[in-house]
């Protein structure tokens, strides 16, 4: 599968179109076999929209079955981005054993010192799972797992749920939120895994105005930050990590740790957005506000008045449904300060 696949993405870049049309019918011609390599093939329609037959093939198998993702023989290598995605969408069928066992099975294939047989596994062995699946844990409704599993398959991880989650002052997210917001981060940066933040807030735009002076007084040469905002009369919220200081002089800054994201208050829809053009990351401008990417921004927050725009240029999504303008109703900028647990 993986060999007849890197042929076609190959033929593609060769615009050997013919070619991809044979190896697409070959291989639909055995969908079995797709949807045990449901993960490759998520993984390529995802890279590769123009591969027409096996995007409609995705789209309606999982449609039909939105469990397919967890059934699939290549499920252990799913991404960390893309399955929380799934898991903070709740986009599949499911229960939250199966979900709780695979997440085991992923987190086990992450790691070289853990063995595949649970039953004899060491403290140490334990608290490594833990820091592994960490991210994915707010999301499990262990209610709905039945006390026999839950005493069987869960309870001998107790010590993974001692965790501290992150506390933020924040009048856009929730304590729900802001643990995700700590797990992008580590995502972005490839932090170990025993590694957490501290958000300290530096500047709201309804306590200390919307004026951009403040921004570069309380915000510059801070370090690494996380923006977020809420879009006025939408239950949007969006925002961005800046690796490096905020500064006053414009001009752009190279990394390749930031990231822009999208998310509701209602938990239905979330988009993690990693920057591909890593010298127009980060755009430092006095006369604006927070600033990612190049152009016309992939988000910009115009805050002296209110407005921000999304487009996408510099970062690998789109993190609104269509690109332009949109009007602030909240900013607030926090000082992301890195601690060991």
């Not at 070959?26 to 037959?53: A, M, P, R």
């Not at 979900?99 to 992450?110: H, M, N, P, S």
């Amino acid at each position: 599968m993986k060999t007849n696949i890197a042929i076609l993405v190959a033929a593609d870049e060769l615009c050997l179109n013919d070619l991809c049309t044979f190896i697409e019918d070959y291989l639909l011609d055995d969908e079995s076999l797709l949807k045990q390599n449901f993960v490759l093939i998520q993984d390529v329609i995802t890279k590769f929209t123009q591969f027409g037959k096996l995007v409609q093939f995705y789209n309606i198998s999982i449609q039909q079955d939105p469990s397919l993702i967890f059934k699939a023989d290549d499920f252990a290598t799913i991404k960390q981005e893309i399955l929380l995605k799934i898991l903070v969408e709740n986009n599949h069928s499911e229960k939250f054993i199966i979900v709780w066992d695979k997440l085991l099975e992923w987190g086990i294939a992450q790691s070289d010192e853990l063995p595949s047989d649970t039953s004899n596994w060491t403290h140490n062995e334990v608290l490594i799972i833990g820091t592994i699946i960490q991210p994915f844990i707010p999301y499990i409704n262990y209610k709905e797992i039945s006390p026999a599993d839950f005493v069987q398959k869960v309870k001998p991880f107790k010590n993974v749920f001692d965790i501290d989650f992150y506390v933020i002052d924040s009048r856009i997210i929730n304590s729900d939120q802001a643990p995700l917001l700590g797990n992008l981060i580590k995502m972005a940066k490839k932090d170990n895994y025993n590694t957490s933040y501290d958000f300290k807030l530096l500047v709201r735009g309804s306590r200390d105005g919307f004026e951009v002076k403040n921004f570069h007084k309380f915000c510059d040469e801070k370090g690494p930050t996380i923006v977020i905002a809420s879009v006025k009369d939408t239950n949007e919220i969006l925002g961005g990590f800046n690796p490096l200081n905020w500064t006053s002089v414009t001009g752009f800054n190279k990394t390749k740790d930031s990231f822009i994201f999208s998310l509701d208050q209602n938990k239905k829809s979330f988009i993690f957005s990693k920057v591909v053009e890593e010298r127009y990351a980060i755009f430092n401008n006095r006369e604006t506000g927070p600033d990612f990417g190049r152009r016309s921004s992939d988000l910009r927050l115009r805050i002296p008045i209110k407005k921000g725009q999304c487009y996408m240029n510099s970062y690998e999504k789109l993190i609104r449904k269509n690109d332009g303008g949109f009007e602030i109703k909240e900013y607030e900028v926090f000082q992301v300060i890195e601690k060991s647990t």
